[in-house]
T-cell receptor, first 115, second 114 residues
Framework: AQSVAQPEDQVNVAEGNPLTVKCTYS??????LFWYVQYPNRGLQFLLKYITGDNLVKGSYGFEAEFNKSQTSFHLKKPSALVSDSALYFCAVREGSGGYQKVTFGTGTKLQVIP | DVKVTQSSRYLVKRTGEKVFLECVQD?????MFWYRQDPGLGLRLIYFSYDVKMKEKGDIPEGYSVSREKKERFSLILESASTNQTSMYLC?????????????FGQGTRLTVV
């Protein structure tokens, strides 16, 4: 069974500093990996995804994520955090194989960017 | 701009009531999903549908049913609401084409059962 773990419930970072939100996954086949962001009282918004190819994926709002197959990780990064980046971030994984495969979400990491 | 619309942002219902949560998407997506979101538990899949009149159970279907009579509309039904169904409910849709298609989410319905 596929699973995804976000080991940190909350990450605090000063405005202007680089940020990292961690995600590790477990699948038996090739993974399809996603990051979503949720602002207060809103639905989730898609940020970026890894399907295949380049291990560094660039997404919306200056975010990027690095796929590391040997460490089974897909950490979300941004070179310089903004206060407006403060939100709840979800990592998700789908195992690519025949038939429909559901997406499994992590428990979420709250990012707090301190002015 | 793509859109998934949930009929209510906030709902308060009484224990034992039958509750309908409606979701409409305008992207002609084949797949539609209902999740519930609870603190510390992330998103858990209740049901999904990959075509009109087709449905599959997710991880936590007990106490829920769904209906998809038209491609654009996916309804979640709480047969007899209970207090442990107090939660944020999120509807989402995605295209069928390829495994790498992302989901688009509605704004969520915060349901309180009293």
């Amino acid at each position: 069974a596929q699973s995804v773990a976000q080991p940190e419930d909350q990450v605090n970072v000063a405005e202007g500093n680089p940020l990292t939100v961690k995600c590790t996954y477990s699948v038996s086949g090739n993974p399809y990996l996603f990051w979503y962001v949720q602002y207060p009282n809103r639905g989730l918004q898609f940020l970026l995804k890894y399907i295949t190819g380049d291990n560094l994926v660039k997404g919306s709002y200056g975010f990027e994520a690095e796929f590391n197959k040997s460490q089974t990780s897909f950490h979300l990064k941004k070179p310089s955090a903004l206060v407006s980046d403060s939100a709840l971030y979800f990592c998700a994984v789908r195992e690519g194989s025949g038939g429909y495969q559901k997406v499994t979400f992590g428990t979420g990491t709250k990012l707090q960017v301190i002015p | 701009d793509v859109k998934v619309t949930q009929s209510s942002r906030y709902l308060v219902k009484r224990t034992g009531e039958k509750v309908f949560l409606e979701c409409v998407q305008d992207m002609d997506h084949e797949n539609m999903f209902w999740y519930r979101q609870d603190p510390g538990l992330g998103l858990r899949l209740i049901y999904f549908s990959y075509d009109v009149k087709m449905k599959e159970k997710g991880d936590i279907p007990e106490g829920y049913s769904v209906s998809r009579e038209k491609k654009e509309r996916f309804s979640l039904i709480l047969e007899s609401a209970s207090t442990n169904q107090t939660s944020m409910y999120l509807c989402a849709s995605s295209a069928r084409a390829g495994w790498g298609t992302e989901a688009f989410f509605g704004q969520g319905t915060r349901l309180t059962v009293v």
